[in-house]
């Protein structure tokens, strides 16, 4: 499992695009990246994975460039809803899968 | 479809009490099962996995142990509580195949060791 570095922390304001950069220099060929959110007291849920370019689905955009070392989340016009944790895991996995620390998204009125 | 089933939802213990907490996955075979700890304020701590009956992997030793009887049950035990065993405890599963599979998880449970 590709090791990754993303920010502890982020503020931003309600209707603002947010971008959540993760850095994985190590990833490999036939790695995905996938990015979970985790709201207070749940689970995480799985919200996109991709493995180049350009995937979006109805909650958010992922974009990886050509080298693939880093990926960013793109979440447009966030509420106060999208305030939470957002982890990105690189893969295929082991049997062992672990989450580094993400980055706690806090959305502003 | 695919369902998890964790209980109960919370769970207020003494310290040196037991513990049982039970996770069930439906419509799937031979899934890999995870449990998690989520301290307050804190990322997620892979505790034990499974990628078949009776086989359990320890990641963090502790006085907590695992044990999958059947195919899609996996239950997390202690025989005393600690203070620190406190937290927000997730079973999860992905496909026995795994590849890039997503993580399910379940809904948790809140222990509150007193």
């Known amino acids: 499992l590709a090791k990754t570095t993303q920010p502890i922390s982020m503020d931003s304001y309600e209707g603002q695009e947010v971008n959540i950069t993760c850095s994985h220099n190590?990833?490999?060929?036939?790695?995905?990246i996938t990015w979970y959110q985790q709201f207070p007291s749940q689970g995480p849920r799985f919200i996109i994975q991709g493995y180049k370019t350009k995937v979006t689905n109805e909650v958010a955009s992922l974009f990886i460039p050509a080298d693939r070392k880093s990926s960013t989340l793109s979440l447009p016009r966030v509420s106060l809803s999208d305030t939470a944790v957002y982890y990105c895991l690189v893969g295929p996995w082991d049997d062992k899968i672990i989450f580094g620390k993400g980055t706690r998204l806090h959305i502003l009125p | 479809s695919q369902t998890i089933h964790q209980w109960p939802a919370t769970l207020v213990q003494p310290v040196g009490s037991p513990l049982s907490l039970e996770c069930t996955v439906e419509?799937?075979?031979?899934?890999?099962l995870y449990w998690y700890r989520q301290a307050a304020g804190r990322g997620l701590q892979l505790l034990f996995y499974?990628?078949?009956?009776?086989?359990i992997s320890s990641e963090v030793p502790q006085n907590l142990s695992a044990s999958r009887p059947q195919d899609r049950q996996f239950i997390l035990s202690s025989k005393k509580l600690l203070l620190s065993d406190s937290g927000f405890y997730l079973c999860a599963w992905i496909p026995r195949a795994g590849g890039n599979s997503p993580l399910h998880f379940g809904n948790g449970t809140r222990l509150t060791v007193t």
């Open positions: 419509g799937t075979s031979n899934p890999n």
């Open positions: 190590n990833i490999a060929t036939n790695d995905y």
């Open positions: 499974s990628v078949g009956i009776g086989q």
